[in-house]
């Protein structure tokens, strides 16, 4: 029977398939007319082996027709992951085995669909995995079936197709545009993109923004979908601030009862614990008074704790803004500064500025080398990114300044503190920021600077200097008629600033002018400065000077006054519209050129774009009088703000006069911070490093301590509500942990750790069905368990909480006499003492239940995480692979970007990657050292060809990419080509997040 019925099964399956395929192709019908256009759609669905997909997985499929008719395609793979059916296979029954059976024999296929243009002649297609299949289809009139079609194809159009740990390592612009774009030809519904947790936190509802892209699309969508909003005149006066507003609320003195924590006192175990507890004796008089004192010890030393790294904090930093009471600065000359605990420095700069101050040049140069050492993006520190963008050398460029071997070896001797400032971080696209410079040896900085600025003008073709009469100081202002050269030089004293915002040298040298001279100085005032602030002191009390960070940052509040005034906020959302107004039109015009049209004068090229719904139908001039000016494909601009990554700073631009619409979605704005905030707050981050040499090489132990100060009303109620007290004492460690958590909760104290020694199974603790399923599916090793790779235990004392009320009805009813139960899912819980246990393998609890016990900590806090060094833990070699995996899934990702326009755009293959790199202004890298390359088709596909990788050649190319692929030898994935260990202590108060990590970093050789 058996033998009989595989090869039926099997010829049936692929009878099935050959039949879907033919139906499918049959279904295609022509789509009403659209603006002038016809569409069909169409779908081809093809068996294939898992070793007939390409590299770059079932997005780097392809499809071509003879005479270009295909257009948009979208591709699905259909599969049964392998590790269900293996499941089934290996059952011990033998129904079981008989639907493994049949799973094995369905197969992997891909299905193709796409629309195409033209009549009913026949379409000459080819679909291209790792081998060729050619098809051809005669399309038929058919509304009913055309409409089922057109929405399954609009349904994979608009589906990610990537592994469960791919993350878009580019930014999508290509399917984002395209998706709005059809959506707006075809009348079909966009999908909403939610935006992440703090996207939504910080950029929706008060205009901050995380990720620049994520605003660039929900600006795309509204010049297509809302576009009356950008019709309007210009006409009404800026609205009232949200910072006059926030003043004219009444001041809040105390945190309301309502939102403070509910810190209920935790009864800790006490020294005799477990088992012990039954056999304990009474204690006497005097051993009862020795207990209570230290009590009321251990309480005191937390309010200490608490009221130092909190509570004055907020005392400090909440007086009324309006008050007098500012810090005269004095005369440079004198040492009053550093008496008073503020750097000299902090009394050069604007208020309402953030500031990162590195203490000296070799701190700078530090910090700038580390950086470059990881690509010029930190964020390689976690995970290798697949293209590396401008923005560093941009930003050097465009302020004329860069570090030479000179200046790290002689910049300590000549320059005594160095501090980046600026009144805004959007880096991307043009930032108002500068370079804060106090001199040790004036005349030789003075002449350095110079020097530079000349060689500048000399070598950039077009360059011009300009000397400004700023107050009556000489400012220098280097330009090109492009801006992407914008720099200009202040120096008042021992103090000099570069900066490419014209407002921000104003103010620097207006501070100077006006320093001292004015006794009523309130945060209203533009010249009041840093040092001035007396949030700036109380913070300085917290983390002093004698401290010597390494990096200090800090972000005031009136930085985040001045960031969310009318102008500066209503100014920012122009921008972001300029800059989705050009790639619009940049986008807009690669897909009229795959829909076939021709190049024409640019005024009938850009009326052809809006009558054919490529670019918004009232694409045009702006209310405040800009357009997009096109001069090629790779020459577009804002006709005031200049080319995307070198706009003008927002604060040289700032608007007087708005539109209805901005003026309703500023106070929108502002209504969303009374309703989810209730004030500003200053954020401040330290870091501190100490290099040591170790057996490994140079490494680094970095300290962090941060405040971050802003939390919403909603999400602070929340949780204060789930938040139980600060504890002056923790779990004591153990030598078996690799990491460990400690939680404290209103209702319990939660614990866990990951176990470097975990003790041999036990015949009743196999895998069970369901693991081995999902453990299959994750980690793509049948020889490695989900419960092996985080073996451990974790627990608590106190209440059990909802989440565990509810799991335990899933144990047994009746704990052994050890205090064992188990649950249906092979979870043990152990009930010892006043700890309760869970993990998987009962022998851990064995070990851990009699060594629990506290110690004294450190640091107050309710969070608290320890992790060794990854690379000495038993998970090092799986996290590898991990990593490995991850970062060919990012090489992967940009083959599915050279994919995408070759599919989407029909762009000639051999030039996909400058193509690409135009459109993220970055460039694409291997972070696998190999390179990206095009190969041409052989014999009658010579016309075509696919991008691959050369270090992925030799890689499986199973669809969805294996998890645990493993990692060659000598290759080490962020973080553990760095990281070595470090621990993590938080503490939340009612008026701020505080944190405290250490860490040891490796430096690469």
């Not at 490529?614 to 090629?632: K, M, R």
């Not at 052989?938 to 270090?951: A, F, I, P």
Request: neutral net charge.
């Amino acid at each position: 029977m058996k033998t009989l019925l595989q090869p039926a099964f099997l010829a049936t399956f692929f009878l099935f398939i050959s039949c879907r395929a033919t139906v499918l192709a049959q279904s295609e019908a022509f789509l009403n007319r659209i603006d002038g256009s016809s569409f069909g759609v169409g779908c081809i669905v093809i068996p294939v082996s898992p070793n007939e997909l390409p590299p770059g997985g079932v997005e780097s499929v392809q499809i071509y027709e003879a005479n270009h008719r295909i257009l948009y395609p979208a591709f699905e793979i259909r599969e049964v992951p392998r590790e269900v059916t293996n499941t089934f296979l290996n059952a011990k029954r033998s129904i079981g085995r008989f639907v493994g059976e049949i799973l094995s024999q369905t197969g992997t296929s891909v299905a193709v669909y796409f629309l195409f243009v033209g009549n009913q002649t026949p379409l000459d297609i080819t679909i291209i995995t790792n081998r060729a299949t050619r098809h051809t289809i005669t399309p038929t009139q058919h509304p009913i079936k055309y409409n089922r079609l057109l929405q399954d194809w609009w349904g994979r159009y608009n589906k990610e197709t990537v592994s469960l740990i791919q993350t878009n390592d580019y930014p999508p612009v290509v399917k984002e545009y395209l998706r709005t774009m059809l959506s707006f030809r075809l009348g079909l519904k966009r999908p909403e993109t939610k935006p992440s947790f703090w996207d939504k936190l910080l950029s929706t509802d008060l205009g901050f923004q995380l990720d620049p892209t994520v605003v660039l699309f929900e600006t795309q969508t509204n010049l297509f979908f809302n576009a009356e909003r950008y019709t309007q005149n210009a006409n009404l006066d800026l609205p009232q601030s949200l910072e006059e507003l926030i003043h004219q609320q009444p001041k809040i003195k105390s945190v309301p009862t309502s939102q403070q924590p509910r810190f209920r006192p935790i009864a800790y175990v006490p020294q005799e614990q477990g088992e012990q507890q039954a056999n304990k004796r009474e204690k006497s008089k005097e051993e009862q008074e020795q207990e209570k004192n230290q009590q009321d010890e251990s309480a005191k030393k937390l309010t200490a704790l608490w009221d130092s790294l909190t509570q004055s904090f907020s005392i400090g930093t909440s007086k009324n803004d309006n008050q007098t009471d500012a810090v005269s600065p004095g005369n440079d000359s004198q040492s009053q500064y550093e008496q008073e605990g503020i750097e000299q420095i902090a009394f050069h700069v604007p208020a309402h500025c953030f500031y990162i101050r590195y203490g000296s040049y070799s701190n700078f140069a530090w910090f700038q080398d580390t950086t470059a050492i990881w690509g010029g993006d930190l964020r390689n520190l976690i995970a290798s990114r697949a293209f590396q963008t401008r923005s560093g050398m941009r930003l050097e460029q465009q302020i004329g300044l860069r570090q030479d071997t000179l200046a790290k070896l002689f910049g300590n001797s000549v320059i005594d503190d160095v501090a980046v400032i600026g009144t805004d971080l959007f880096f991307d696209d043009g930032a108002s920021f500068g370079l804060l410079f106090r001199a040790k040896n004036n005349d030789i900085l003075t002449n350095d600077f110079n020097t530079k600025r000349q060689a500048l003008l000399k070598s950039t073709h077009g360059a011009t200097e300009t000397l400004l009469d700023i107050d009556g100081e000489r400012v220098s202002y280097i330009s090109t008629p492009d801006q992407r050269i914008r720099t200009f030089y202040a120096a008042m004293g021992d103090y000099h600033l570069v900066t490419r915002s014209e407002q921000l040298a104003r103010d620097f040298v207006a501070l100077h002018k006006h320093q001292g001279s004015n006794a009523t100085k309130s945060l209203f005032n533009k010249h009041l400065s840093l040092g001035e602030l007396p949030e700036f002191h109380q913070v300085r009390g917290i983390m002093p000077l004698e401290q010597k960070s390494t990096i200090f940052i800090y972000f005031s509040r009136p930085y985040f006054y001045n960031l969310c005034s009318p102008a500066y906020w209503i100014e920012t959302q122009r921008r972001n519209t300029s800059a989705a107004r050009i790639e619009l039109l940049r986008l807009g015009g690669m897909a009229a050129a795959a829909e076939g049209h021709g190049q024409t004068n640019v005024s009938e090229w850009m009326a052809m774009l809006k009558s054919n719904g490529y670019i918004p139908p009232n694409f045009g001039q702006f209310p405040d009088g800009s357009d997009t000016i096109l001069e090629s494909w790779t020459n577009i601009r804002d006709s005031l703000r200049g080319y995307r990554g070198s706009f003008l700073p927002i604060a040289d631009m700032l608007p007087n006069k708005v539109t209805e619409s901005e003026y309703q979605q500023y106070q929108k704005m502002c209504q969303n911070f009374f309703e989810n905030w209730d004030k500003f707050d200053p954020v401040v981050v330290s870091i501190r490093r100490a290099p040591y040499k170790s057996p490994e090489g140079k490494q680094e132990h970095i300290i962090i301590d941060a405040r971050i100060a802003p939390l919403s009303a909603k999400n602070r109620s929340t949780l204060y509500a789930h938040l139980g007290q600060p504890t002056t004492n923790k779990l004591a460690p153990l030598s078996g942990n690799f990491a460990s958590f400690e939680l404290s909760l209103a209702e319990n104290y939660l614990f866990g750790a990951l176990q470097n020694e975990v003790p041999p199974r036990l015949p009743s603790e196999q895998p069970r069905p369901v693991e081995r399923i999902m453990s299959g599916i994750l980690l793509k090793n049948p020889h490695i368990m989900l419960s092996d790779l985080f073996a451990g235990y974790f627990g608590y004392f106190g209440q059990p909480g909802k989440f565990l009320k509810l799991w335990g009805w899933t144990f047994q009813w009746i704990d052994d006499a050890a205090g064992y139960a188990r649950s249906i899912d092979g979870t043990w819980r152990r009930h010892y003492g006043n700890y309760t246990l869970y993990s998987r393998q009962r022998a851990i609890l064995d070990l851990i239940a009699p060594q629990l016990g506290f110690v004294p900590a450190e640091y107050a806090a309710q969070l608290r995480v320890n992790i060794g060094n990854p690379l000495t833990s038993r998970i090092a070699a799986p996290l590898n692979n991990f990593g490995y995996a991850r970062t060919c899934d990012t090489i992967r990702g940009n083959l599915r970007l050279l994919n995408d326009l070759q599919m989407q755009f029909h762009v000639s293959g051999q030039h996909c990657q400058e193509v690409a790199e135009t459109i993220l202004d970055a460039d694409l890298i291997c972070p696998l050292g190999g390179k990206y390359v095009y190969q041409p088709f052989t014999n009658t596909l010579s016309d075509w060809g696919r991008w691959q990788s050369t270090v992925l050649n030799n890689l499986p190319n199973t669809p969805n990419s294996a998890v645990m692929i493993q990692a060659p030898s000598g290759f080490l994935a962020p973080p553990l080509n760095w990281f070595r260990g470090g621990k993590l202590d938080a503490l939340v108060s009612p008026d701020a997040v505080s944190v405290h990590a250490e860490l040891e970093m490796l430096l690469p050789k």
